[in-house]
């Protein structure tokens, strides 16, 4: 994510770390890592991408990387999480429900997680919540219960299977008298270019509630999910749609639903095949026999064309019908906007996607958008559609939509980036702001800060 990842500084740490690198992980060197940086060079490749240009020489580490950060679970062991976690507490029976807490429920809620979808490679966003009833006079650290759920998260998963592996291994490395487990998944919906232009109300996120139980919650009904469900819905958190075992629709993945694979660059798919090879996975896993081209086929929306071409010829004609000069006149000077213009597009640093909203701030004597709210909507697309960073999304964007709007523009791209969570910035919910100024709005902070107040009352 640009900004994030340019080397702005060139200052050390003490401890040795470049305040103008990215903080990673280790990983560099291993063969695992080096196999997929080869394989994610002929991706970039059958993108027709430069992989030497500046912007994509780290990219093949970077995307190694935070792979394996985001599947290390392989590696990892429930047994070495949890042994010396469990600590005798008097007054724990077998039984449960005991008033005065002996035997009672517990519950952690809200942990953050995030897995990679098996069917596609994209990364989905984890809400888990897990509760158990101890017994053996014996407790679990709570901190454990977010740490074992996290080596399951970090390998490829699908919702349902991730529960019960979690609610398994729980119940096997500290003998409860059971264990129940809920998670709300969320899976980003990335439409392809024709669908981003023709559908306004494409949805950007498919979502599940998944469930799974053992021991005393091996009934769906029992009393004790009662007192579970409650306890989540106290904190307003509603699960009333989750599904148990064997119920979830397996097409919660969007790339299963478009049964039209279509013809795939061989050599990308033999590449993501890799990939899958060098996390530890089999490729031939029937869950996994069509990921690889599922996989291609999403990243080829990105595939370096003509685009730009025939964008340019669109909006000639557009500035030309204008004025003879190109430019809107401005008698009487009124600041205008086209707000929430949605955008898709794929981090060039590591092949994840980011989306969000584009505002345009520009000056208009009538008030009125001169080329019309579809054209400035198909600039957004054209420019997103593409290996890009944030700041220059925004800058290509106030650059061309100056020819037709005038002079005075202004720029603001709000976006969220699912390549922080990739890499361990597990915090949902925060997002990235962009700005590009051109004309007055560059020297007149009235202008800008006027513009400004308009994007949260519409937003």
Known sequence: MGALDECHYNEELENGINVGECVELGFEGEPETLAIEDAVGVLLQG????????????????????????????????????????????????????????????????????SYCESCLLPFQVKCHVGYVPSGQRVVGLSKLSRVAEVFAKRLQDPQRLADEV????????????????????????PDFESAIFDPNHQGWVKVSVMSGSGVFCNEKADCWTDFLSLLRFRDINVDDACGRGSVNKSWCPSQNNRKMGASDPAMVSAVSSILSSLGEDPSRKELAETPARFVKWLLNFKNTNLDMKLNGFVR?????????????????????????????????????????????????????PVGKSLLQSVVHFYGFKLQVQERLTRQIAETVSTFLGEDVMVVVEANHTCMISRGIEKFGSSTATVAVLGRFSTDPTARAKFLQIIPNSS
Request: proline content about 3%; glycine content about 12%.
């Open 47 to 114: 993108l027709g991408e430069d992989i030497n240009r500046e912007g994509l020489r780290k990219t093949p580490l970077r995307v190694a990387k935070a792979l394996r950060e985001g599947t290390r679970g392989y590696k990892q062991k429930v047994n070495d999480i949890v042994s010396g976690a469990l600590f005798p507490e008097a007054g724990l029976e077998s039984k449960f429900g005991h008033a005065g807490g002996a035997g009672g429920l517990v519950i952690v809620r809200d942990l953050d997680h995030f």
């Open 317 to 369: 004609s557009k500035r030309d019908s204008l004025t003879p000069n190109g430019d809107v006149s401005c008698n009487e000077e009124h600041i205008c906007s086209e707000l929430n213009l949605s955008f898709w597009s794929q981090c060039e640093h590591h092949l994840i996607p980011f989306h969000g909203v584009v505002h345009i701030g520009y000056f208009s004597s009538n008030r009125i958008n």
């Open 167 to 190: 609610c398994s291994a729980l119940q096997q490395g500290i003998k409860p008298t059971g264990v129940a487990v809920v998670l709300q998944c969320s899976h980003i919906h990335f």
